[in-house]
């Protein structure tokens, strides 16, 4: 069984947490290989139908498994994204609502790395950011390495580093792992701000069937967002260059048929739409649409595109129901292997529910952190909202009118759709239902501040807090 221990120890380990998934299947559990690309936009990935060939190796990757088309972050910060992905909970359930504030210790909500941990995997984390650093989001449990050395300056700083970095590192443990099961997590940061055009990659080749995305460029924008999209571009490129450097391992270990790949952004980024540039403050299609991707030999149909709404939350059920294993914690996502696998008509569209908060001007350091867990819960959302196939419904709080959209062509473009046309009563109804989903959610449980003055400007870096 590959140094596995047998399931019916989860119940020892983890007690209420584990059962035994569906018996569709027999024999060893998959290696888990997670990939997460900071700030990537689903349409500017050519498997999603963008212009230019920015990612030939994620479109392989899409043509192995299945693709999910409409797929949205729980929140469109970096840290409190990935806790999300890990937890499969709403920020304000695991408590970390902003960048630098980790999840709840009290009660500490259980991790996929934990649980993957007790049942025997060899787990590691290579993270390229400084707000996935372990002490400031608490993800570190479970995970035998959690490496974090950030070698990347700018603003005189060490905050991050670059792809080759990260996924150098991350191929060397995976060739003195190739042997043990493992669930091996890899954080590209690339795409992010502050971003650099990479010659090699800034003339990219139009994507099949699709005009020259440069002419495209140079028609459609200013030149000075050209430049930025050019750039942009180049990053996924960088990114996706080196993610096909472990896909080529993984062949080369002969581990490609016994791995499940698992692809997602932690959020997106507007470019310049809607006169805004950057994440984290709005909740615009370009920021809460994700690029979703997971691969299986024998498992997960080839080619296939998933057009129901999913969240990041439902990757770390789907993770586990693969891997044969059952899950009874209150957690908000769904496995989505009932959606991978079935093959008659689609589903009833269910709410994707998404949230964002208003980061301070300045976080405290450790020694006023008590300033910020008080002030903290007293805030709410800055705007929290759901789609529901093409309806999307956003709030900006008691008092404000909400905003209703039309989703149209690759979902990526928002339509407002004029008050006078929504009845009255509808609108009354999509405010009840996000307030009584926020309050069944909202569990109050307090994050912890602890930045030292190191760690505050490391966000100041990021472009996280104002100076």
């Not at 787990?123 to 608490?138: E, I, N, Q, R, Y």
């Not at 996924?236 to 096909?244: K, R, T, V, W, Y």
């Not at 008691?398 to 009845?423: I, K, N």
């Amino acid at each position: 069984m590959r140094g596995m221990m047998p399931l019916v120890l989860a119940w020892v380990l983890l007690p209420g947490v584990l059962q035994a998934g569906p018996k569709r299947r027999v024999g060893l559990r998959p290696n888990i290989l997670l990939i997460t690309i900071d700030t990537l936009r689903a349409d500017h990935l050519s498997c999603y139908g963008y212009a230019r060939q920015t990612s030939p190796n994620i479109d392989r990757l899409a043509a192995e498994g299945t693709l999910f088309w409409n797929a949205y972050t729980p929140i469109p910060l970096t840290g409190p994204s990935h806790i999300s992905l890990m937890t499969a909970l709403f920020p304000q359930q695991h408590g970390a609502t902003i960048n630098g504030m980790r999840m709840s210790t009290n009660p500490r909500p259980a991790t996929l790395a934990r649980i993957l941990h007790r049942l025997g995997y060899k787990t590691a984390a290579f993270v390229s950011a400084w707000p996935l650093k372990k002490s400031v989001t608490g993800l570190g449990q479970g995970f035998d390495v959690y490496n974090q050395k950030f070698t990347y300056r700018y603003k005189l700083v060490n905050s991050a580093r670059n792809a080759s970095e990260v996924g150098s590192a991350a191929r060397r443990w995976l060739k003195r792992k190739a042997r043990e099961a493992f669930f091996l997590w890899v954080h590209y940061f690339d795409p992010h701000e502050p971003r650099v055009l990479h010659p090699e990659f800034a003339d990219l080749p139009p994507a099949g069937g699709s005009p020259p995305g440069e002419l495209r460029l140079r028609v459609l924008m200013p030149a000075d967002r050209a430049e930025r999209v050019t750039a942009y571009d180049s990053e996924i490129a960088c990114a996706d260059n080196d993610l096909g450097k472990m896909l080529q391992l993984l062949r080369e270990l002969g581990l490609q048929d016994r791995t499940l790949i698992v692809l997602a952004a932690d959020h997106g980024e507007s470019l310049g739409e809607h006169n805004y540039v950057g994440h984290g403050d709005h909740v615009y299609q370009p920021i809460v649409r994700i690029p979703m991707i997971m691969s299986y030999t024998n498992f997960i149909p080839r080619g296939k595109t998933v057009s129901e709404g999913v969240s990041l939350l439902d990757v770390m059920p789907t993770i586990l129901d693969y891997a044969g294993i059952g899950v009874r914690l209150p957690v908000e996502g769904r496995s989505l292997r009932p959606l991978i696998e079935q093959a008659g008509p689609r589903r009833i569209e269910r709410p994707v529910y998404f949230v964002t908060y208003s980061e301070p001007p300045l976080l405290p350091p450790n020694w006023l952190s008590w300033i910020w867990t008080w002030t903290k819960t007293k805030r709410s959302p800055s705007r929290l909202g759901f789609v529901k196939g093409n309806l999307k419904v956003v709030s900006e709080g008691p008092g404000v009118p909400l905003r209703v959209y039309e989703l149209q062509d690759a979902f990526t473009a928002e339509h407002p759709s004029a008050t006078s046309q929504v009845q009255e009563a509808q609108l009354r109804d999509y405010r009840q239902q996000l307030a009584a989903w926020f309050k069944r959610t909202n569990r109050g449980l307090q994050p912890e501040g602890h930045l030292s003055e190191e760690d505050l400007e490391m966000l100041r870096s990021l472009g996280y807090v104002n100076p």
